[in-house]
């Protein structure tokens, strides 16, 4: 069974530039997940897709993040534009069973910003 | 925001003892969750309990829940250089959120 797959693994970009990460989860998993992590800290929620609709965005600094979950299956979020503090990990992450089942994490993506 | 606390925050320890890790969190829970993390790579599930279970195993892991002091501890028996890795407690609250500590940093000289 493929694992979530996240591209891209790395991305270095400069401040107020825009940047996208892309996430496909388990096939077959209606809930997503965009966390993010920062140096040393756990992952915090960003956003919680079921299916094509986003059940938790109150994490979520829409001023300058958007994600989208077409068809129920991958997932973009972006950032516009990103300032140095958002350098971090963005861990997707998928799940079968929302209410109370485990989640499965992809390698995620790691941004730097200059 | 990050309800678990997981203590201590780091821990060496020697190839062939045992580790403990503990978590503590604040509001009431369905479920409590243990994830590894190693360097550069994404979170594994490790394992879960319910908040009507007292214990759990899963072969070397050993995963106790207290609902009345709102603690749970993770012990890893005969740890090996392979163990070393960042473990997070996770609780799932009712509001469906999985919310995550900061993490311990487990460190096993072989």
């Known amino acids: 069974e493929a694992g979530v797959v996240q591209s891209p693994r790395y991305k270095i970009i400069e401040k107020k530039q825009p940047v996208a990460f892309w996430c496909n989860p388990i096939?077959?998993?209606?809930?997503l997940y965009w966390y993010l992590q920062n140096l040393g800290q756990g992952p915090e929620l960003l956003i919680r897709?079921?299916?094509?609709?986003?059940?938790?965005d109150s994490q979520l600094p829409k001023d300058r993040f958007s994600a989208e979950r077409l068809k129920g299956v991958d997932s973009t979020l972006k950032i516009q534009p990103a300032e140095l503090g958002d350098s971090a990990v963005y861990l997707c992450?998928?799940?079968?069973?929302?209410?109370?089942?485990?989640?499965?994490f992809g390698p995620g993506t790691r941004l730097t910003v200059l | 925001s990050q309800q678990g606390e997981e203590d201590p925050q780091a821990l060496s320890i020697q190839e062939g003892e045992n580790a403990t890790m503990n978590c503590s969190y604040k509001?009431?829970?369905?479920?409590l969750q243990w994830y590894r993390q190693n360097s550069g790579r994404g979170l594994v599930h490790l394992i879960l309990?319910?908040?009507?279970?007292r214990e759990k195993h899963s072969g070397r892991l050993r995963v106790t829940l207290d609902t009345s002091k709102k603690s749970s501890s993770l012990l890893i028996t005969a740890s090996r250089a392979a163990d070393t890795a960042s473990y997070f407690c996770?609780?799932?609250?009712?509001?469906?959120?999985?919310?995550f500590g900061k993490g311990i940093t487990l460190s096993v000289r072989p």
């Open positions: 992450a998928s799940s079968s069973t929302p209410d109370r089942g485990h989640l499965f």
């Open positions: 096939s077959g998993h209606n809930t």
């Open positions: 897709y079921e299916n094509e609709e986003a059940v938790d």
């Open positions: 509001t009431s829970i369905n479920n």
């Open positions: 309990i319910r908040s009507n279970e």
């Open positions: 996770a609780t799932h609250g009712a509001n469906s959120k999985l919310t």
